[in-house]
């Protein structure tokens, strides 16, 4: 039995740290390929796009894959979609594993926005010192903000186009409170701008914003494809794929 891991996230190598080496299971992990030296899972892997979901379908087929575990994160949603369409047109179960989105508790300032140029056009009105926090990717959603400065956090540098006041954090979670407390007083910041990620690695800058009275601009997640099933963890996820193994081939749910 072949299960194909859509992967890169912290979920995603903790599946496959459960189901490897299970007995009659071939496991493979996808990566996008976006970060330069990413945390492999064990059992084998593969790197790099699969050219739309006609391109993943032929993968599946070709590489007689029985199931789909879509563990990518949460703002993946092209691939969540392709993987989505590849599943249901070679009749190959599909399972979503999303870590739950956080909860705004008493006390936070959010604002939540629907992408990031809703984002970057709510930023004036709310602060001129930014914690950026949402990759390396879609940084030309505030490129124009030449008024306001930027602490951009990422694990790989950005590139072009960026805010053109910015000053670069290469770093990788799971960060401490104590940590962004002081990263949030040594760099004056005075607003935070978040992808709704969810996970623990990185949700300390959500405490140290709220302890420090800070607004913080929360980006929505996208929904996951209608129709597909959805775990919260990977041991879930790992049960789906034992029932089956102890079951016989996968059937479409």
Do not use: C, Y
């Amino acid at each position: 039995m072949h299960v194909l891991i859509l992967g890169g996230t912290t979920e995603a190598r903790r599946l496959a740290e459960l189901l490897h080496g299970a007995p009659g299971l071939k496991l493979t992990s996808s990566l996008a390929g976006r970060v330069a030296s990413p945390r492999l899972p064990p059992g084998e892997t593969r790197v790099g796009g699969f050219g739309g979901a006609e391109g993943l379908a032929a993968w599946l087929r070709e590489h007689a894959v029985d199931a789909v575990i879509d563990a990518t994160h949460p703002f993946a949603g092209t691939i969540s979609f392709n993987a989505a369409q590849a599943a249901a047109t070679s009749h190959v179960p599909l399972l979503a594993l999303r870590r739950p989105g956080w909860v705004p508790v008493a006390g936070d300032r959010w604002h939540e926005v629907s992408s990031l140029g809703e984002a970057a056009r709510s930023l004036p009105a709310l602060g001129r010192r930014v914690f950026l926090t949402t990759g390396r990717m879609g940084l030309d959603a505030f490129a124009d903000l030449d008024d306001l400065w930027f602490l951009v956090r990422s694990v790989d540098a950005p590139e072009s186009p960026h805010p053109a006041r910015m000053e670069v954090l290469l770093d990788r979670g799971p960060f401490t409170l104590e940590g962004e407390r002081e990263l949030l007083r040594r760099h004056r910041i005075d607003v935070v701008v978040t992808k709704d990620s969810g996970g623990a690695a990185t949700a300390p800058k959500l405490t140290a914003a709220r302890e420090a009275g800070l607004p913080v601009v929360v980006v929505r997640r996208p929904p996951v494809p209608e129709g597909v099933s959805v775990v919260a963890d990977p041991e879930s996820a790992a049960q789906w794929v034992r029932e089956d193994l102890e079951q016989g081939p996968f059937s479409v749910r």
